[in-house]
């Protein structure tokens, strides 16, 4: 399989304090990657720079093979980014937003709008306007963008926040399908993920913490020290193909 | 599913779109206009109260305080330029789209104009009859405003975006953006003053026009590299 993102020895120090470091994983299509790990080990943060939005990192980050900072517009081009806030105006209805996304990326007619929309269960709720909607609707409405945007790299930081257990079923299959055609997710999330596809998982902070246990038998080790020998583990869960 | 499929992004469309998009906002809530041009009007209606209602000492300052109430009411109208979008996650994903940001910044900072700017420009002339200003005076208010405006708005917005990301902007954003506002209020003025004694103004307008390109072309980049460092934050 192609690959779609890689990163390579990716580090990064948020207030002097070092949440990863020598970080490398690779991406190819078809690919679901998780990023797991407790709150406040980086995940959002790892997001946001494989996005493109924290520029000063370390480490290099390729897409198909390309170091993305060599052509910023082309990566952008093929990213589909929902980050932690929906990004969602409160003044306008679910469909004003949509286009609003439209207009950055590729046009949509009003029905494909109101397709998008009928997937994430938001039909009847076109007009309103999104402040009368529940903090789960705001979502639904930033992921009916799914729907709309043929980007091949989805990144998507929490996505199943506040969403019923039908509506993450149904993003599942929706992600499993974006892998199945070819496409690339990225995503963190607290969810067990059951996907039809292999997952690949990322855990942040994982070490940290055995050492930290460790850490306790012998007070002389400095945790800070520890994260930066091996902060970070990648296995395969091989759920069947 | 394949790069061909994008092929159809158009800056252009969402220089459009954004621009529909903060209009459509902005006439959601009508606050956001009427707020700066209430300030403006109350300001300077004030002047006449406070002061003195004689209408020789007051043609005298009309110009000087015309501008300064206008300069003001643009400056409290700043801090909402990024804010709603920094806070809803909308300023990411134009910061993370495909286009130049300078452009979309360069959208947002034409609504800010067309919402506060510009009524402020058309309501000036009516305020000046309240001011006494002398009758050769209200052409070259207007123009310098017309011309002076929209530099408030494109270099308030590199304040704006510089301080976006901090928690309590209070009276940074004024202290960072009021000394580059001093040059645009004393060539504006001064054109006004220099129309009502008989003498020629082109020189005043050459200066506010050459203020104007200068900020239409640096600002909005500025601004664009201003937003990045403040989402880094």
Sequence with gaps: MQELLSGQNLACERDDRLLFSELSFSLSCGDVLQIAGPNGTGKTTLLRMLAGLLPDYEGEICFKGQPVLEDPERFRENLLYIGHHPGIKLNLTPEENLRWYQALYRPASAEQIHYALARVKLTGYEDVPCYTLSAGQHRRVALARLFLHPAPLWILDEPFTAIDQGGVKEIEQLLADHARQGGGVILTTHHNLSLPAELKVITLGQSRQQKESFHEKDSQLNTEQVTEQDPFTVDQRGEHD | ?233
């Design chain 2, 1 to 233: 599913m394949t790069d061909s499929s994008v092929g159809q992004i158009s800056t252009w469309r969402a220089f459009t779109g954004t621009l529909k998009r903060d209009l459509l906002l902005v006439f959601r809530r009508r606050s956001d206009i009427v707020n700066p041009l209430l300030f403006f009007s109350i300001a300077v209606t004030l002047f006449p109260l406070g002061i003195s209602p004689e209408p020789e000492f007051l043609s005298n300052i009309a110009a000087g305080v015309l501008w300064v109430c206008a300069l003001l009411a643009t400056l409290l109208s700043l801090d909402s330029l990024f804010q709603q979008d920094m806070a809803d996650g909308s300023l990411e994903q134009l910061v993370i789209s495909p286009h130049p940001l300078f452009i979309l910044v360069l959208s947002k900072v034409l609504v800010h104009w067309l919402v506060t700017g510009l009524p402020l420009t058309l309501l000036a002339p009516l305020l000046a009859v309240m001011m006494f200003l002398p009758d050769e005076g209200f052409g070259t208010l207007f123009i310098t405003l017309l011309l002076g405006t929209p530099t408030l708005s494109l270099i308030g917005a590199i304040g704006a975006a510089l301080t976006v990301g901090l928690r309590k902007t209070g009276v940074l954003l004024t202290l960072l953006i009021l000394p580059l506002y001093i040059p645009i209020l004393i060539f504006g003025t001064g054109a006004v003053m220099a129309t009502s004694n008989g003498m020629a103004v082109g020189g005043h307008l050459a200066i506010l026009g050459a203020m104007f390109l200068i900020a239409l072309v640096m600002a909005p980049l500025a601004a664009g590299a201003a937003l990045k460092i403040s989402l880094n934050g």
